[in-house]
């Protein structure tokens, strides 16, 4: 079982940046995919990044934070360095992981509001 819990979200103004961070518990070492998504009010969830542990191509962007989002992994926390923050990015951040087995699991977002 993985535990996942988000922090570092809140009010920001265009232009500005956050730190998101998910602290990962349970069973860390069966895990091969690490990501962040983000849900806006009345849309879909999107994945924004994802850190593979194995393979070629380990880190990937959706392309609307390509070079403005960076997303990392330290031991037991994932995090979102989120920088020049537009107000479309405005949404729920939720973390997320899967095994190698393919069993996911979220955590309960933490908001990220960004606006004047």
């Known amino acids: 079982q993985v535990d996942l819990v988000e922090s570092g979200g809140g009010l920001v103004q265009p232009g500005g940046s956050l730190r998101l961070s998910c602290v990962v518990s349970?069973?860390?070492?069966?895990?091969?995919?690490f990501a962040w998504y983000r849900q806006a009010p009345g849309k879909q969830r999107d994945l924004v990044a994802s850190?593979?542990?194995?393979?070629?191509?380990r880190i990937k962007y959706v392309d609307s934070v390509k070079d403005r989002f960076t997303i990392s992994r330290d031991a037991n926390i994932l995090a979102l360095q989120m920088n020049s923050l537009k107000p479309e990015d405005t949404a729920l951040y939720l973390c997320?992981?899967?095994?190698?087995?393919?069993?996911?699991?979220w955590g309960r977002g933490t908001q990220v509001i960004v606006s004047s």
């Open positions: 349970g069973n860390i070492a069966s895990i091969s995919v």
């Open positions: 850190i593979s542990e194995y393979g070629n191509n």
């Open positions: 997320f992981s899967q095994t190698t087995w393919g069993s996911n699991s």
